[in-house]
């Protein structure tokens, strides 16, 4: 998936060094990882300020424990799984503040609504695909959203953040992922790139 | 999972790349805020704060805060510029202190002269802090609480 074994390998390699006194390796990672950090905040339903402050916790986080990670192939799940929870904690906060905010709200990205604005999809087949990821439910289109992302299947993590049990995480992807599919497939104006 | 649904993922994350990418400010603040961590700063306790902090239309706004650390003192007190921005006048313990306000992640410095004195001017409003460089650069720096201004 979007060669996110070279994404570990190449964090892992700047965390190694970071972590051997090269202080500096921290502004490469921070550069290489912050999107993916960035979708997996805001797949958990965050808005974009609570995104950033949750990314921006959990490096600091990270910096701050960067001795009790003992296996730099780790670094990513680790800061994975801190964003996640991280996110849920500040998601469920905000539940609290604003009962009218259901769960489904969960599937985030509602701020700005990334509505239909076609001008940034590049090619008519990204709009296609908008579209129907559009008409899913909002924990179809986290959970994608999250999954797309990859990394280590982190399924603990993943459940915690999305709330949804552990054991359903693969067969709702499997789920989501298939009714896209379905959905795509009748869809005269979409071709496989 | 087969090779049409990990073709199918990689096209959602190119998607959402394009719909919701990261704000180009992300990467600059997260570095931002490491770097401050970095510092190891002694964290300031604000000690005093004249006239409430809320500002309203009517009165001419004028905020007195002091803050103390183990070694030093500061006190700053803002009143407001011709065009609603801040001008902001410090006194800290002791001259050749360079002292910073920080708003989001830029760091205005100024270097307090041989009575102590600081002064800024045209200090956009929002939250701020203050970060302290002691003369002895064997000394820690000092980072105030933000205030909103």
Partial sequence: MTGQSGLVGEAAELFRQFQGGDRSRIEPMVRLLNPTLWHLARGCGLEQVDAEDVIQLAWLKLVGNAGAIRDPQAVLAWLGTTVRREAWRVAGERRKNDPAQEPEALAGAQDPAPGPETAVLAAESQSTLWNHISRLSPRCQAILRVVSRGGPPDYAALSESLGIPVGSIGPTRGRCLAALRSALSSDPSWSMP | ?149
């Fill in chain 2, 1 to 149: 999972m087969d090779a049409l649904d990990a073709e199918l993922l990689e096209g959602i994350a190119a998607l959402y790349d394009a719909v919701d990418p990261p704000p180009s400010s992300l990467d600059g603040d997260v570095l931002f805020a490491l770097s401050l961590e970095a510092l190891d700063a002694e964290i300031a306790t604000l000690t005093e704060e004249g006239m409430p902090a809320l500002r309203s239309a009517e009165t001419e706004a004028t905020n007195t805060v002091t803050f103390t650390s183990s070694a030093l003192q500061l006190m700053v007190r803002t009143s407001e510029e011709d065009d609603g921005s801040l001008r902001i006048d410090g006194w800290v313990t002791g001259g050749g202190i360079a002292v910073a306000v920080l708003a989001g992640t830029t760091a205005l410095w100024s270097t307090s002269d041989a009575h102590g004195r600081l002064l800024w001017r045209a200090v956009a409003r929002g939250p701020l802090r203050f970060l302290l460089r002691p003369a002895d650069p064997g000394d820690r720096p000092i980072m105030t609480p933000v205030i909103e201004f």
